[in-house]
């Protein structure tokens, strides 16, 4: 089975910085390649709808991201690893949430998607709390 296993989340001040990191193995029982597998991360705060925060495809490492993080979030991919990194910088108390990282299929280039109806794979979420 593809696993994902999301770390890094924590408690910082306005302003701060964290990276969270998802993990992932299990792709080769699926029998697709792994490269070709987007991996996102979403969040979801207390009463609201989870979102997607921005995703990267392996193979050819483009990435997309919510407007509300453009400048302040980094989406990046250690394919060795098979490891997706979440730079998140001048974190805002709104960025406040439980973070999850989720993969689906994809095997061709295009833009990719931030809907979580998209997503086969889910992780177990990780807390970020910003306080102002």
């Known amino acids: 089975d593809v696993q994902l296993q999301a770390s890094g989340g924590g408690a910082v001040q306005t302003g701060g910085s964290l990276r969270l990191s998802c993990a992932s193995s299990?792709?080769?029982?699926?029998?697709?390649?792994?490269?070709?597998?987007?991996i996102g991360w979403f969040r979801q705060a207390p009463g609201k709808e989870r979102e997607g925060v921005a995703c990267i495809r392996y193979s050819d490492g483009r990435t997309r991201n919510l407007d509300s993080v453009k400048g302040r979030f980094t989406i990046s991919a250690d394919n060795a690893k098979n490891t997706v990194y979440l730079q998140m910088n001048s974190l805002k108390p709104e960025d406040t949430a439980v973070h999850y990282c989720?993969?689906?299929?994809?095997?061709?280039?295009?833009?990719?998607?931030?809907?979580?109806?998209?997503?086969?794979?889910w992780g177990q979420g990780t807390q970020v709390t910003v306080s102002s």
């Open positions: 989720a993969a689906y299929y994809r095997h061709y280039i295009g833009p990719y998607s931030l809907n979580t109806d998209e997503y086969s794979y």
């Open positions: 299990g792709f080769a029982f699926d029998g697709f390649p792994v490269n070709d597998y987007v």
